[in-house]
């Protein structure tokens, strides 16, 4: 089932999504009169440079222009352009087959899911002997390093990140921890960290994001627990929306969030980068 909630939320999911990335230091978001744009001051990844939610306009002269405007204001920032298209709500219409013939390139289709019941996840985590989750957030004293390390260790093997790269995900984490508005939740097997999701929750929504396991401990239901659970705190933090992102590919995942009540959100949308 394919949710239709209303181009203003979906603005609103999109600006949420945006505001949690830019939680990390040295990361901002800047919301234009027809797009919302993320900027990493040090990172030139795509991901963490874009332009979300466009509404740029439907004639053709006008839209090049400001097509061009934004690939200006790019070179200002020294990042390649970069368009994350709208589930259902861009425009103009045929945006994404207009950024194809200005020489973009979709780098995947992506789907916004959102949990339509929150009901439905009650009582449908699974869990083991041995199977332990921990809420990591706040004060954790001299635990904090080790637990960003545990996160970051969980993170990097799930999604199959260079190891060369796990110190700045520590230190992401470690610059979470200190925000109220962030939970990890670290899953273990007989004391072995072995599964996590994210959850940030701030203005009445909740993203979940990085979930994932461990190859070793995959197949368990691991991931969908720690999933649960952060959708029932989600639930119990009254938040009128809990989402998150998904590859429209990856659809062992996809089964395993609706299998917890997400359900999609408007269409699937390229992620089109020059």
């Avoid at 396991?213 to 991931?223: H, K, N, Q, S, V």
């Amino acid at each position: 089932m394919t949710l239709w909630p209303g181009e203003a939320e979906v603005r609103r999911l999109e600006l949420h999504e945006a505001r949690t990335h830019a939680m990390r230091p040295g990361r901002h978001v800047q919301e234009l009169a027809d797009g919302v744009v993320l900027y990493d001051e040090t990172d030139v990844d795509p991901f963490w440079n874009r332009l979300a939610s466009p509404r740029l306009p439907e004639e053709g002269p006008a839209f090049r222009r400001r097509l061009d405007e934004l690939i200006v204001y790019f070179a200002t920032l020294s990042r390649r352009p970069h368009v994350w298209a709208s589930p259902g709500y861009h425009r103009p219409g045929d945006l994404e087959r207009r950024l194809r013939d200005a020489g973009f390139v979709d780098l995947g289709r992506g789907l916004l899911m959102a949990v339509a019941d929150p009901g439905r996840v009650a009582d449908r985590a699974p869990s083991g002997p041995g199977v332990e989750i921990e809420r990591l957030r706040g004060d954790l004293g001299a635990r904090r390093a080790m637990a960003a390390a545990e996160v970051a260790l969980v993170s990097a093997e799930a999604f199959a990140v260079e190891a060369g790269s796990r110190a700045v995900m520590v230190e992401d984490v470690l610059g979470l921890l200190d925000r109220p508005e962030f939970v990890a939740y670290l899953v273990r097997v007989d004391g072995e960290p072995a599964a996590v999701a994210k959850a940030t929750t701030f203005d009445g929504a909740t993203y979940l994001s990085t979930i994932g396991t461990r190859p070793p401990f995959r197949g368990r239901g691991l991931a969908r627990l720690a999933t649960a659970v952060a959708v029932r705190d989600a639930v119990e933090a009254r938040s009128e929306w809990i989402y998150l992102g998904v590859f429209e590919s990856n659809r062992p995942a996809r089964r395993l969030y609706e299998r917890l009540g997400f359900e999609d959100v408007g269409d699937a949308a390229g992620d089109w980068l020059l």
